[in-house]
């Protein structure tokens, strides 16, 4: 082999050997996605999401303030549970909650205190907000 071409080749090995280095690890440290919560903007909703599952709905028992208008992003998860809609008491809102889709439920409190929610059967399978 010549002289000129092993050189060549000696030099091609060694750059395509180096490793560049590690990114520097981030500082943030990421929510799990059934206990995201969006902060709202001045004048917009509050998101909170929320999971059905088979313990029932995660988190059950959330709180909100009197007249700061939330989004419940529902995600039935399980056919486990007879949760597959959601009901707020002292309101209208009766949403169905298909499986593996996110369902987005509007409501504006506007009393403080505990509002049950959960499924048609009286609620069996629910939880609480409590109103501030």
Request: charged share 25%; net charge neutral.
């Amino acid at each position: 082999m010549r002289p000129s071409l092993l050189a060549l080749s000696s030099v091609l090995c060694l750059v395509a050997c180096k490793k560049d280095p590690a990114p520097a690890p981030t500082a943030e440290v990421a929510k799990p996605a059934a206990l995201a919560e969006k902060p709202a903007a001045p004048g917009s909703a509050r998101v909170i999401e929320l999971a059905v599952t088979e313990d029932g709905f995660v988190p059950n028992n959330l709180t909100v303030k009197k007249d700061q208008p939330v989004v419940l992003k529902v995600t039935r998860k399980t056919d486990a549970t007879c949760a597959n809609e959601i009901l707020i008491d002292g309101t209208d809102i009766n949403v169905k909650l298909p499986l593996d889709t996110p369902v987005e439920v509007a409501w504006t409190p506007k009393a403080t205190g505990s509002v049950k929610y959960g499924c048609a059967m009286d609620k069996m399978v629910g939880g609480v907000l409590l109103v501030e």
